[in-house]
């Protein structure tokens, strides 16, 4: 299983951003996903998980009604969709997947190398 995240960057205050997570995995339709964050000089963090079939999500309450997290099982794709950004979302986003939904990073096998995203204010 291979993730690749995509879509950080640089934001201000109040915007939104859109990150993508590419899976190669022929197990697709059977893994849970979910993004994790690590903000500067801190742990990293729980943000959002959803299951095989995108019919149960999970978010911290930090990032709840700003969130949405989506998946495509024809793509391959996992989605995170943040609006109304503040400065304190500011970290590097994970992708991770494992075989059951979780906010725990230990319960996920499957990592990418994370991308970033810097909100101004």
């Known amino acids: 299983v291979q993730l690749a995240e995509s879509g950080g960057g640089s934001v201000q205050a109040g915007g939104s951003l859109r990150l993508s997570c590419a899976v190669a995995?022929?197990?697709?339709?059977?893994?849970?996903f979910g993004w994790f964050r690590q903000p500067p000089g801190r742990q990293r963090e729980f943000v959002a998980s959803?299951?095989?079939?995108?019919?149960?999500?999970d978010y911290a309450d930090s990032v709840k009604d700003r969130f949405t997290i989506s998946r495509d099982n024809r793509r391959y794709i996992v989605f995170l969709e943040m609006d109304n950004l503040k400065s304190e979302d500011t970290a590097v986003y994970y992708c991770?997947?494992?075989?059951?939904?979780?906010?725990?990073?230990?319960?996920?096998?499957?990592w990418g190398q994370g991308t970033q995203v810097t909100v101004s204010s």
């Open positions: 991770a997947a494992s075989t059951g939904q979780s906010r725990a990073e230990y319960d996920y096998d499957y």
């Open positions: 995995a022929v197990t697709f339709m059977s893994l849970d």
């Open positions: 959803i299951n095989w079939s995108g019919g149960s999500v």
